[in-house]
Structures are given as C-alpha cells and as structure tokens.
T-cell receptor, first 109, second 115 residues
C-alpha cells in the first residue's frame, strides 16, 4: 500500500488560500487519493478524493500532479473553523485505511 | 441518517475492569472499522469488518482486546482487563463498498480513561 508524506504543520492567514501538500510517490494503478480532516477531538471528516483529474467540491479543491506522485488540497478562503489536522490517504486495495500523522493547519486571525 | 453512533461518549474505569465500547454503523454500510487515537501514536487502525466478518485484526494490541460484529447494525470492542495505557479515544467508522471510491464516516468517539 502506498504511503503518504505531509508537512507536520502549517499556518495560514484567515481569508487566504490554504495549500496543503502531500507526497505519495509509490501510488499505483487505480489507487485514489483521499483527504480527511479532524477538528479538535471530533472524528475525522471526509473532504474530497480524486484519481487523476483535479476535483472540486463545496469544501475544497484537489490538485493531483500528472504523474500522480503528489497532490495539493486547497481551501480557497480559509476560516478559523478550518483549523484542524488534515490527513492525506491513498485508498488501499485492502480497505486497510492507515492514517499518518497529517498536517496540523492553524488559521490565524 | 443519524451517522455512526458510538456509546458511551466517555468512560472512566479502574485498572483491571472490563470495558465495552459500542458502535452502530450507518445503515447499509458493509465495512466497519475500529480506530484508537492517542497523542503518542496518532490514529491507529485496530480491526475492520466486512459484512460482519473480521478481515484484519493485526492492529489489535494484544489478547486483552476483542471485537465482535454480531449483525450489520452493531459492533463491540471489549478490553478485559483494562490497563492505564489503554486510555485513548476510540473511534468507530463505517463505509459502503460501491465498487469505486468510498468514504469513511466516523463516529464521535469514546474517550476512555483507565485509572
């Protein structure tokens, strides 16, 4: 199963775009990239997923490089409520979802 | 839909006692996952089920931990006997296999404190 690498922490000014990178250089075949976030002590929440093309929904945009070895989650206008830990996961064939340490995003007022 | 429901929300117990955590997955979901989260180890996958059958329990710490899924709408995670190092937040999650991409839906978690 492909592993992911994310920066430990990032800061972003409120109202600005937050760009969270993720490396998944060992991704293969039809493995999807998923993003989840965990706000404070709540359960992780699904944000978005993609395979090859860029994706956008009401929460965020996902940009996947052409070689699929990395991706970026974009929160277009970050708010204080977006302060959370963001996890990038490659969907395993076995359904054995392993969460790494994620990126702790702090949105600053 | 009410989402994934976990109970209790908080559990405080003494070392050596039996602890049972409960989970009701989203109706129609055929995968159920148990995770444990601590500051030191992050979010760890303990075990997951497909159609009520345990598929991978390699993340279960030791024999003191056991999980069951007697039917599609209910699962338990039991710790017997409990130890202080079991103190953590335990999350249950469920998903539906639609053959393409599926999402994990998490419950609110059970905060376990073993004194």
């Amino acid at each position: 199963d492909a592993k992911t690498t994310q920066p430990t922490s990032m800061d972003c000014a409120e109202g600005r775009a937050a760009n969270l990178p993720c490396n998944h250089s060992t991704i293969s075949g039809n493995e999807y990239v998923y993003w989840y976030r965990q706000i404070h002590s709540q359960g992780p929440q699904y944000i978005i997923h993609g395979l090859k093309n860029n994706e956008t929904n009401e929460m965020a945009s996902l940009i996947i490089t052409e070689d699929r070895k990395s991706s970026t989650l974009i929160l277009p206008h970050a708010t204080l409520r977006d302060t959370a830990v963001y996890y990038c996961i490659v969907r395993p064939r076995t359904y054995k979802y392993i969460f790494g340490t994620g990126t702790r995003l702090k949105v600053l007022a | 839909d009410a989402g994934v429901i976990q109970s209790p929300r908080h559990e405080v117990t003494e070392m050596g006692q039996e602890v049972t955590l409960r989970c009701k997955p989203i109706s129609g979901h055929d995968y159920l996952f148990w995770y444990r989260q601590t500051m030191m180890r992050g979010l760890e996958l303990l075990i997951y089920f497909n159609n009520n059958v345990p598929i991978d329990d390699s993340g279960m710490p030791e024999d003191r931990f056991s999980a069951k899924m007697p039917n599609a709408s209910f699962s338990t995670l039991k710790i017997q006997p409990s130890e202080p190092r079991d103190s953590a937040v335990y999350f249950c999650a469920s998903s539906a296999d639609r053959g393409v991409a599926e999402k994990l839906f998490f419950g609110s978690g059970t905060q376990l404190s073993v004194l």
